[in-house]
């Protein structure tokens, strides 16, 4: 959630004018107040799109003092203005000097001035406006003894945007109660005003006009007393029949001419239907647990602590919770980690917490600390995921556990643990159903028995249980509702423990579910002190005592209405990768059997490989994924995954979405004008690069890399290499690879591995060339006869500049497009007048070549050049050839045919206007920039002349029109779409 703060300024000069009606009234002077810019820290009463420019507007009015008297003056502008007259009429004469002269905005009859104190009023209940104010609710004031008067603001106030659409009112009230609005008095200190509240009002509510709804993105303005918010604050959000909450629990400063801003706020919010009971719309614990599917446990981040974290602190001490969150090996989390596992297909991720390093003695949780793991929330959250958040090794056998079943330590217990559970409920009481809180991970007995303890323990357990839910449902807000899991003592899935476990009493119904852990069997799943009792292989006991224990955890719970998650198993590396995949696999297979999700916890990405983005092992990825879909357990693959989008491209694919229909902005420019980037060029990708070790003498050396069908090449090395960056590689496909050298013996394998490239961008790497790209990867809305989504296929056409005039193609960058891509076909958008004479492909007589000048942007949707080049394009990748299309950069032209091409193939608009976007990497300028660049009013030029509903059906019509079938179209699909 972003927090910003607008700052505005205003001033007022004051003199006299004519021209004005004279009311009834006698005496009057006629008197206009000219307001202007004065110091840039106020505001007027009408803010611009941006929340930058503030005016004032047509129709506003202030009342003017002096002495015992006022006046009404009215403004003379007809709309918003940087500078504005106000004229009226003042019973008596005004003498400068003998008394200071107040001004308020907005009139109020009511409003009064007695000695140098102004009292006016706030209102409770305000229209809302899209992107400023309500009208006359944001208080200012002035007080000058000349002529000339400067206004400054009263009020506070927040600011925020919604996403949806059926939104009528938003009530802002403070978590502490604070007195928000109502009548104040208004004092100055120095020349600026300060205000205390009198007769106050608890909320305040922000209502759309009769009849309409806020719109969805715009900012809308809650005027407020400058009252600081030590508890944060709740919005109540209303439709015509449905109400959410929206919590924000740390202190929000109220200053005076400050506005706090908040996006989104209804965001992952539930709403309720009116006169509802809490909960009653919420997801239950056993919807939440279906939609589970398959979880991850984010190991190694905030769960670590002990002594490697202390040592790590020793080198990092002004930052703690850095020290401790890489004290175990793992990078920092980002958002970009948990995006791949939501790429992946994962729904849930477990986020243990270890709390105890940052709570002082009186249990308090360090700020800091608690901000990162609200951070890491966050990033789930906003993936779209499930994240389970617990108190994980505060419990456990470690020396530094506090959290136990110790039956005579239960108060001392029972008090610090409700006590984090307070701070860690309050804060996250505004967050949606997708927040799941676990009271306690591990908890064991005064002994650390793991499987069975004493009747006194269990109680012990189940007590505080008790007291976990009973404690997150008095925080209020979302609490009251929230889905929350609760631990069966150690995890276990023995009988006594599970007979022994009590589900809690609930005020809500429906919304408790449990967790067991299992690592079966024990020598597999971890290493024994005795390496003759080490199991590297899954045996098939294995697989049986893994179905003893989830159907006793079945029996127990799941049998009789207790929704639970196997939120723990797996087994560590012992180098052997596939037989730890049997082993995923069983245990996915059978918990889905007993209707349990699972979440696994060793080897998905371990360590390093978080920092690139690589799965340890595929081959457990993929057995869970098949266990979980009712598939057989898939053949060994072992593959290392390799990210090969460079950094910034990685970054715009990942966080970029644009909205349907609105070309009103780019988000480019921060990419492309990313400061510090150096390497790789912006427009070229990743290698994969294979290491391999070797202590023998060689002569000689080559390394083989192959897909095992299309693709097979071989590099010539030195003998002292044991390294190669390999290019241009297919996203999603694994490649094998083999190093042979020659000994003094014959020729042997030195080493050999697999490898699959990730990212859905695939930038080819030309040395010379430019802006060079697959069209592929991106995902089509049409879909195969099973109902599968389908993709544009990698391999078949590519995009990119000139090969000749000022980019002189080198033999290098021949071997890529001839040997690696393939190139059969080039596809020339230049007009003579960019380069005459040209007659044939630079790659040589073997590719067939067509030149045939086409246009750009909304001209291409006038005459048929497009249709015609769509047609060459068509007949090329029909006839088996890849097909090179480029004008001179690879933008304009280029962009406009690649525009349509991914329109009749499918993709939306978002993605279409992504992929135009990319060739800023090239030309270091956003392409969406209205006017200059017209991409917005090409798709409005395609949509109004050729119709349809969306604009592939545009495209589609428009190809029709200038003489493409029907049946090539679908026949291009056909070749260019799979999945």
């Not at 919807?287 to 490697?308: C, D, K, M, P, T």
């Not at 809690?504 to 579910?513: E, K």
Request: negative net charge; contains cysteine; proline residues 3%.
């Amino acid at each position: 959630m972003k927090l910003t703060r607008i700052l505005t300024a205003v001033s007022v000069s004051v003199m006299l004018a004519s021209c004005v009606e004279k009311p009834e009234e006698q005496p009057m002077q006629p008197i206009t107040v000219t307001a202007s810019f004065g110091e840039k820290l106020e505001t007027k009463t009408a803010v611009k799109e941006g929340g930058k420019d503030m005016f004032w507007d047509g129709g506003d009015q202030i009342k003017f003092f002096y002495g015992d008297k006022s006046a009404q003056l009215k403004s003379s502008i007809s709309s918003a203005a940087s500078s504005a007259s106000f004229n009226g009429y003042f019973p008596g004469a005004i003498k400068f000097g003998n008394d200071d002269i107040y001004g308020l905005y907005p009139y109020s009859e009511e409003a009064t001035l007695e000695g140098s104190t102004i009292t006016a009023s706030i209102p409770s209940e305000q229209l809302a406006v899209a992107g400023s104010f309500a009208k006359d609710a944001a208080v200012a004031v002035a007080r000058s003894g000349n002529m000339v008067m400067s206004f400054y603001n009263v009020c506070s106030g927040i600011r925020f945007t919604v996403n949806r659409s059926d939104i009528k009112s938003v009530t802002l009230e403070g978590n502490a109660s604070e007195a928000l609005a109502g009548k104040v008095k208004i004092t100055f200190s120095g020349k600026y005003p300060t205000a205390k509240v009198v007769s106050g009002v608890q909320s305040i509510t922000l209502s759309a006009p009769e009849g309409k709804c806020l719109q969805a993105g715009k900012w809308y303005y809650i005027v407020t007393a400058p009252v600081s918010l030590s508890k944060g604050f709740r919005l109540t959000l209303r439709t015509a029949d449905r109400y959410a909450e929206k919590v924000v629990s740390t202190e929000v400063g109220q200053v005076r001419a400050y506005v706090n801003s908040f996006e989104a706020v209804d965001d992952g919010l539930m709403f309720i239907k009116d006169g509802e009971t809490p909960g009653e719309g919420w997801e239950s614990a056993a919807e939440a647990v279906q939609n589970f599917y398959v979880g991850w446990n984010l190991a190694g981040a905030l769960e670590s602590h002990g002594i490697a974290c202390e040592y790590n602190y020793k080198k990092y001490p002004s930052d703690k919770v850095f020290a401790y969150e890489t004290g175990w090996g793992y990078p920092k989390v980002t958002r970009e980690l948990i995006q791949t596992f939501k790429d992946a297909g994962f729904k849930a991720i477990r986020f243990p917490v270890t709390w105890y390093p940052f709570m002082d003695d009186a249990g308090n949780v360090d700020e800091k600390y608690m901000a990162r793991a609200q951070e890491i929330v966050d990033y789930i959250i906003d993936c779209g995921l499930y994240c389970i958040l617990d108190t994980h090794h505060d419990a456990g056998s470690k020396d530094t556990r506090w959290l136990t079943a110790i039956p005579a330590d239960y108060e001392k217990t029972s008090a610090r643990f409700k006590f984090l559970w307070k701070q860690i409920a309050t804060r996250f009481a505004g967050y949606g159903p997708k927040l799941i809180f676990q009271g306690y991970n591990e908890i064991l007995d005064a002994s650390c028995n793991w499987d069975n303890s004493d009747a006194a323990s269990y109680a012990a357990a189940n007590k505080l249980n008790q007291d976990f839910v009973d404690l997150v449902r008095s925080t209020g807000g979302n609490n009251l509702y929230r889905n929350l899991m609760v631990s069966v003592y150690a995890g276990s899935t023995s009988e006594l423990s599970l007979k022994s476990f009590v589900l809690p009493n609930d005020s809500v119904q429906g919304h408790l579910m449990a967790d067991v852990h299992s690592y079966a069997p024990y020598r597999f799943a971890y290493n024994q002190s005795d390496a003759s009792q080490d199991e590297k292989e899954f045996l098939e006991y294995g697989a049986t005592e893994i179905n003893t224990r989830l159907k006793r955890v079945y029996d127990n719970l799941v049998q009789k209405g207790i929704p639970c998650i196997l939120g723990e198993f797996g087994a560590v590396d012992k180098n052997n990768n596939y037989e730890r995949a049997k082993q995923a696999y069983a245990y996915v297979a059978t918990a889905t059997k007993y209707n349990m999700p699972t979440f696994i916890w060793y080897g998905l990405m371990e360590k390093a490989d978080r920092e690139t983005l690589t799965w340890s092992s595929i081959d457990i990825r993929d057995a869970i994924f098949a266990a979980r879909r009712g598939e057989a357990m898939p053949a060994r693959t072992d593959a290392k995954e390799v990210c090969t989008e460079n950094e910034l491209a990685h970054a715009y694919m990942t966080n970029v979405t644009y909205k349907d229909g609105d070309y009103s902005y780019s988000s480019m420019s921060s990419y492309y004008n990313a400061s510090g980037y150096t390497s790789p060029r912006r427009d070229h990708p990743l290698p994969v690069t294979l290491n391999w070790t070797c202590s023998k003498s060689l002569s000689s050396q080559s390394l083989t890399v192959t897909d095992g069908s299309n693709f097979t090449k071989t590099y010539s090395l030195q003998s002292s290499d044991r390294s190669l960056k390999v290019w241009n590689l297919v996203p999603g496909v694994t490649y094998s690879y083999t190093v042979s050298g020659t000994t003094s013996s014959g020729s042997e394998t030195i080493a050999s591995g697999r490898v699959r490239p990730t990212g859905q961008l695939r930038m080819i790497y030309a040395p010379s060339l430019y802006n060079v790209r697959d069209i592929g990867g991106w995902a089509s809305s049409y879909k195969d006869s099973k109902g599968k989504a389908l993709k544009v296929a990698y391999g078949r056409i590519f995009r990119g500049g000139e090969m000749d005039s000022g980019r002189s193609i080198t033999e290098a960058d021949k071997a890529v497009l001839l040997n690696d891509l393939g190139i059969g076909a080039e596809m020339d958008f230049r007009a003579d007048a960019d380069l005459p004479g040209i007659t044939g492909s630079a790659l040589g007589s073997s590719v067939t070549f067509n030149r045939y000048s086409t246009s750009s942007y909304s001209n291409a949707s006038g005459n048929s050049s497009i249709a015609k080049d769509f047609s060459f394009i068509y007949e090329q990748v029909k006839a088996g050839k890849n097909v090179y299309m480029h004008c001179a950069g690879g933008a304009d032209r280029t962009g406009t045919m690649a525009f349509v091409l991914e329109a009749v193939l499918g993709l939306s608009e978002s993605d279409l206007s992504k992929e135009f976007e990319l060739t800023s990497f090239y030309i270091w300028r956003s392409r969406i920039e209205g006017e200059k660049y017209d991409y917005a009013t090409m798709l409005k030029t395609f949509k109004e002349t050729y119709g349809g509903s969306t604009i592939q059906e545009s495209c589609c019509n428009y190809l029709i029109h200038y003489g493409v079938t029907e049946q090539q179209l679908s026949d291009f699909r056909s070749l260019m779409l799979n999945n």
